[in-house]
């Protein structure tokens, strides 16, 4: 496995901010499901104990839908949702990369990821989230 650092981020308005250890070179998962597809959301997915919330767990409001499994928190004042538990990786955080501070990304690679029938990537994604 690769060596882990700390990488921060945050919403629009910097309300909610979040730090996560993930490797300098990282995955990005790209999917085509309903919402990533209309909102642009690139995935990073951590195991949650890989995640700390640092600021704003009073300033975000959940949404969910269909399964109701995927929480997607969403902030208050920009409406941002930088991060969610996506219903492939409950054990994890997927991370919008888009809203991830590079100053500790040496690389990256953008790959595709079929959500409009995640199922079938499923597999996959499970493992994104283990330790």
Known sequence: MAELTSHRGNCHCKA???????????????????????????HIIVPKSRFKL????????????NTGIAQHYICKTCGVKSFYIPRSNPDGYSINFRCLDRTNVADYEILSCKG??????????????KE
């Open 16 to 42: 909610v901010t979040w730090e996560i250890r993930a490797p300098e070179k990282l995955s990005v998962n790209e999917c085509d499901c309903s919402i990533c597809d209309m909102i642009g959301f690139l």
């Open 54 to 65: 640092l600021t704003g767990s009073d300033n975000m409001i959940t949404y969910t839908f």
């Open 116 to 129: 409009m029938t995640w199922e079938q990537a499923a597999e996959r994604l499970a493992l994104l989230s």
